[in-house]
Antibody, heavy 117, light 107 residues
Framework: EVQLVESGGGLVQPGGSLRLSCAAS????????MSWVRQAPGKGLEWVAN????????YCLDSVKGRCTISRDNAKNSLYLQMNSLRLEDTAVYYC??????????WGQGTLVTVSS | DIQMTQSPSTLSASVGDRVTITCRAS??????LAWYQQKPGKAPKLLIY???SLESGVPSRFSGSGSGTEFTLTISSLQPDDFATYYC?????????FGQGTKVEIK
């Protein structure tokens, strides 16, 4: 069974940092581009970052560029998102997703990041 | 950035109705458009990719059309399980962007 399980979310103060993890099972992430997409409470979806199969290409949303690092460990079948200098507007559920045909075709259940003092 | 605009924002319909949702891109995205369904507290589910290709396992009552800047998602006969929020997404260029969503409610 294909699964993506995110972890690492929680309450963090403005200016703080978080490292989100996404553990995949049922498939090898080494064959896929992977993504992070977030959704603020009660709001729509916002793409955050993409990473190529071998990690050689990475793309981040401008509003988080310089504050986000997407990475992967294909040996551990895991995806990561490091977010620094967190702002109130970064509060959201963060989903990791697999890109089979380019748009994300399979998503995890998400992990909630709350930025608050 | 490419802006994606969906209409309507909310749609009230009955079981069995034919439903159409429109998505407009601020510039041409060829056919690089996806549609997702999301239910409360759940992750989005891919329905359509490349504007009109039906994702495996998705019922055939869902269909997509369009190219360039105008796209539609059609549900031919609305079923109880279809009441949800629908999003379009362009993946023509970075940053990937989503429409604001269309909530399909029970009439």
């Amino acid at each position: 069974e294909v699964q993506l399980v995110e972890s690492g979310g929680g309450l963090v103060q403005p200016g703080g940092s978080l490292r989100l993890s996404c553990a995949a099972s049922g498939f090898a992430i080494s064959s896929y581009w992977m993504s992070w997409v977030r959704q603020a409470p009660g709001k729509g979806l916002e793409w955050v970052a993409n990473i190529k199969q071998d990690g050689s290409e990475k793309y981040c949303l401008d509003s988080v560029k310089g504050r986000c690092t997407i990475s992967r460990d294909n040996a551990k079948n895991s995806l990561y998102l490091q977010m620094n200098s967190l702002r109130l507007e970064d509060t959201a559920v963060y989903y990791c997703a697999r890109n089979r045909v380019a748009p994300p075709d399979f998503w995890g259940q998400g992990t909630l990041v709350t930025v608050s003092s | 950035d490419i802006q994606m605009t969906q209409s309507p924002s909310t749609l009230s319909a009955s079981v069995g109705d034919r439903v159409t949702i429109t998505c407009r891109a601020s510039q041409s995205i060829s056919s690089w458009l996806a549609w997702y369904q999301q239910k409360p507290g759940k992750a989005p589910k891919l329905l359509i990719y490349k504007a009109s290709s039906l994702e495996s396992g998705v019922p055939s009552r869902f269909s997509g059309s369009g190219s360039g800047t105008e796209f539609t998602l059609t549900i031919s006969s609305l079923q109880p399980d279809d009441f949800a929020t629908y999003y379009c997404q362009q993946y023509h260029s970075y940053p990937w962007t989503f429409g604001q969503g269309t909530k399909v409610e029970i009439k």
